[in-house]
């Protein structure tokens, strides 16, 4: 069986990031979404590794064994980009494939947007691309779906991230179950008065991709870190939006695989943007749906994430 390795590395950006590794080859980034962690890519580190690549799954700013800065305005998405081409150096390489999912996947799209010369292919899944909005955000998000809605209650100061860590195992094991393909799909509107997690039912059993093990495992990897980091990303929407002006509606040049789920709530909500990103992805080699899949696409399916990335990776 392929090891698993982990050390620290520097990225260029200044950030000392955790790293898991596995394999020698051409180098694949893998960049973790909302709430996990590198733990989320296990299975692919092995199955890549044993293709002949070189994985690397970071934990991200704010996540997990990386740690991070105090100040919210320091999770930006030019950031996020800076930590992920600032790794490719002191990981031996010029250039990677770039795979994202759920948060990652705007990492990885802005990654292969922003530093073209940087990104052989870039790999997205749940999230496609989406070109930057006419207008920021968060208030058109309030809009079209309240105040209760999550990425609007996530602005506020302190509270999100201690309703997550109040129990870290129950807010993994709702999230991870609701939102996958075993799950509910709930709405992620907060009822008035109540919190985030009041949505996401506690499963009275796990879905056989999903372990105890598995949840123990998430709440070790966030140890002291917790959830004020993650929450961070969300703070900052519409500065990204602001950060972004010079990239308005810029092509994504390099070849690019999307894989989604057919039970997703992110990715079927979003079926108008995916059936026409090739307008700002020109070079999207295929898009792969998984019948039953959730949100957690690469921990639900894994061998069939796998075989589409090697497939992709190989095509290169």
């Not at 392929?2 to 051409?26: C, Q, W, Y």
């Not at 980034?29 to 890549?48: D, I, K, M, N, T």
């Not at 992110?266 to 026409?276: K, N, R």
């Amino acid at each position: 069986m392929t090891e698993i390795t982990h050390r620290f590395v520097r990225s260029d950006s200044g950030l000392r990031m955790h790293v898991a590794e596995a394999g020698e080859g051409p180098l694949v980034l893998l960049l973790h979404g909302f709430p996990e962690c590198w733990y989320s890519w296990r299975h692919q580190l092995v199955a890549l590794a044993e293709a002949g690549f070189h994985a690397v799954a970071p934990d991200q700013r704010g996540y997990a064994r990386t740690g991070g800065p105090a100040e919210a305005r320091e999770y930006s998405l030019l950031h996020l980009v800076g930590d992920a081409v600032g790794l490719l150096r002191p990981l031996g390489a010029d250039r990677a494939v770039v795979a994202g999912h759920d948060w990652g996947a705007p990492v990885a799209w802005a990654t292969a947007q922003m530093r073209p010369d940087k990104v052989r292919g870039v790999i997205g899944m749940s999230v496609p691309h989406r070109p930057r909005s006419s207008r920021p955000p968060v208030e058109s998000m309030r809009r079209l779906f309240g105040d209760g809605y999550y990425m609007v209650r996530f602005q506020e100061p302190d509270a999100p991230e201690a309703e997550l860590d109040r129990d870290r195992a129950a807010t993994f094991r709702r999230m991870l179950y609701a939102m996958s393909g075993d799950g509910p799909a709930p709405a992620l509107v907060s009822p008035e008065g109540g919190g985030f997690l009041d949505v996401l039912p506690d499963p009275e059993k796990l879905p056989a991709w999903l372990t105890a093990d598995d949840i123990a495992t998430y709440v070790e990897e966030y140890g002291d870190s917790g959830f004020t980091g993650p929450v961070n990303w969300y703070r900052n929407l519409d500065r990204n939006w602001e950060l972004t002006t010079a990239w308005h509606r810029a092509p994504i040049g390099p070849p690019a695989l999307f894989i989604a789920g057919d039970r997703d709530i992110v990715s079927v909500g979003a079926g108008q943007v995916i059936d026409s990103m090739t307008d700002f992805v020109p070079n999207l080699r295929e898009t792969v749906w998984l019948e039953g899949c959730g949100h957690w696409l690469q921990q639900e399916r894994p061998a069939e994430v796998n075989d589409a990335m090697i497939d992709f990776l190989r095509a290169l």
